[in-house]
């Protein structure tokens, strides 16, 4: 029920500059995760990219619906100016990358372990789900940022997984996109 | 007074359990830790995260391999495992690491027992307050030995091989 999540009024919105956070990526370099720093500025700058939100490593719908349908399709979403796919959830390196080798990602994905949900904070990307045990925790959502800029954000304003979290959605945005140009 | 003055005091030998809010299980019951574990013997093993290598490779699979070894000498009916993360993170990591169930893992996520007992320590490098690592045995609720790791996460009193060696 809607009164068990208490989400942000305000979202970060279409135009907007991504804001400045460190952020630990773990990331697939010589067959295994490995963990680095790097602030969300120099993440993003001169690409175009994916940016997934998800509530948590190993729940039900982030690990059988939500993200193996972009690692699968994670090819496709990359092909013609993308350059990268990231999703980010509050939890630390060691339960992502454990949660990467369980979905084998490889290195569709580059992952942001928001433990201390500080760059979710700076999104303004936040839920609480203590009523679910979980606590504060990413919305799911998606966004397409070019260069640091928020260009399309599809946010399901809680934990819920609808068809605007499918990687169809995504597909036809970056569709557009590319049109545009 | 002084029971606001405990409050602020860790944990120690011949304190009753915390009755903390935690969560066991997947779909996650609510149960008071006091309440649950409070009849009869029992260890309680804490760690500061559920993949992180130290708990994965030593802390854990200790008390997997010296789970009988543990019933029989201390006399203990379940054997317990109190981590801040949330149940699913810990079912994943049960269900790979002690296929057999024979650890019953405890989701303290929003470290109310990490808070109440003061077994606590700060990681940056995991986000923040976790569970110190440290072993207990209570009876009854009330803790009748007790082992924290010096610095809140080394791997030496808190082993199932140091309990089955020093008591």
Known sequence: SKSLFNVSKRYISVGETIPHANLKLVEWKNGEYATTVLDSHSAFANQRVILIGYPGAFTPSCENVHLPEYIKRAAELKADGTDKIFAMSVNDPFVVGAFAKKLEAGDAITWIADGNGEFTKALDAGVDLSGAALGYRSRRFTMIIENKKVVEFNDEKGPQMTDLSRVVSVLTQLGKLKKKK | ?167
């Open chain 2, 1 to 167: 007074m002084r029971s606001t003055l405990r409050l602020m005091q860790k944990l120690k030998v011949g304190d009753k359990l915390p009755a903390a809010n935690v969560h066991i299980g997947v779909p996650p019951v609510a149960v008071n830790f006091a309440e649950k574990f409070g009849k009869g013997r029992v260890l309680v093993f804490g760690v500061p995260g559920a993949f992180t290598p130290g708990c994965t490779k030593t802390h854990l699979p200790g008390y997997v391999k010296d789970s009988a070894k543990i019933r029989a000498k201390f006399g203990v009916n379940e054997i317990v495992c109190i981590a801040v993360n949330d149940v699913f993170v810990l079912e994943a990591w049960s269900m790979k690491y002690d296929p057999k169930q024979t650890v019953t893992m405890v989701s303290d996520a929003v470290a109310d027992f990490a808070t109440k007992s003061g077994l606590k320590v700060d990681l940056p490098v995991l986000g923040g307050i976790r569970s110190s690592r440290f072993a207990l045995i209570a009876e009854d609720g009330v803790v009748k030995n007790l082992f924290e790791e010096p610095d809140g996460k080394g791997l030496s009193c808190s082993l199932s091989e140091s309990l089955l060696a020093k008591l």
